[in-house]
């Protein structure tokens, strides 16, 4: 595999941009291929076998644009279908859960963790069962917070209508005496601040995107990946591929990633 090539990045839509801001930070020589699902978010509230069908779809798409790894940058993806990926992709294949899980388990004092995420995250208990075959005593609390995607998607990130939602959400988590709260859903890093504030400076905020483009980097340095060579400007570096509303998106993740975004193409995800 040539080490040069791409890193595929995906997410239902615009959350796994910030595990695309991490990556760009923490391994700024590599490529990025990044796909948004953006015709088909939410993945939170769809069932175990649809979002594994669209996964491997993506996956496809991914293969044909010669990336050397995947990073499954959405926390239903990891929860319900990392393994099928694996299978499919037969490159090195990450997800976001197993290494927010890691940080939190270290983390926490009390031994007492809070995991928000979307309906199919919590409900899967993904992160009570990695935190616990590291931390058996762990005590893991989870809370879906299913319209954080859409306040999000809104682009509501310091709106009063957001406090008022993270105060609901939040409460029953801030009254159980966590230290470590982990944001198990990729969106959620844009309204961190926010979550930040309902919860208090006691509670450790763990963001999985940060944890995953360190293990990234730490998977291609052990398979010998890493792309040695620096990009000029304008040489491709970052390609994006969206399912639907291209423009928005465009519009949207120039928001978050400092790197300009000047276009974004939308592909027929269901062809692959
Ligand atoms: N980005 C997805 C995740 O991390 C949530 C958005 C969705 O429901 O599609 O779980």
């Keep these: 595999m040539n080490n040069s090539a791409p890193i595929g990045v995906f997410d239902s839509g615009i959350g796994g941009l910030t595990v695309v801001r991490e990556i760009m930070r923490q391994i700024p020589n590599e490529r990025i291929v990044y796909f948004g699902d953006t015709a088909r978010v939410p993945y939170g509230t769809k069932s175990k076998e649809t979002v594994t069908r669209y996964s ?20 239903t993806v ?15 294949v990450i997800g976001v859960v197993k290494p927010g899980a890691r940080v939190a388990a270290d983390t926490t004092k009390n031994r007492k963790i809070g995991v ?4 199919a995250t919590i409900g899967s208990r993904i992160y009570t069962r990695y935190i616990k075959e590291i931390n058996p005593d762990a005590e893991v609390l989870g809370k879906a917070c299913p319209l954080f995607v859409s306040l999000v998607e809104e682009g509501l990130l310091n709106d009063p209508v957001t406090d008022e939602i ?7 988590l801030i009254d159980s005496g966590i230290d470590t709260l982990i ?3 990729t969106h959620y890093p844009l309204i961190r601040s926010t979550v930040g504030k309902v919860m208090g400076e006691g509670v450790t905020l763990v963001n999985p995107a940060y944890e995953t483009a ?5 998977l291609l340095e052990q398979e010998k990946m890493l792309n040695g060579q620096s990009h000029e400007l304008g040489t491709n570096q970052y390609r994006f591929f969206v399912s639907d509303g291209a423009e928005r998106f465009i519009k949207f993740a120039n928001s978050i990633i400092k790197y300009g975004i ?6 027929n995800i269901e062809e692959f």
């Design 214 to 218: 360190r293990e990234l980097r730490k």
């Design 262 to 267: 000047l276009s974004a193409k939308t592909i």
């Design 116 to 119: 928000i995420g979307t309906e």
């Design 78 to 92: 990891s929860a319900y279908a990392l393994d099928e990926i694996e299978k499919e992709a037969d490159i090195p």
């Design 166 to 172: 993270a105060m609901r959400y939040l409460s029953s």
């Design 183 to 185: 944001l198990g859903c």
């Design 56 to 75: 491997r779809q993506i996956v496809r798409f991914l293969k044909k644009q010669d990336v050397k790894a995947i990073v499954a940058a959405c926390n």
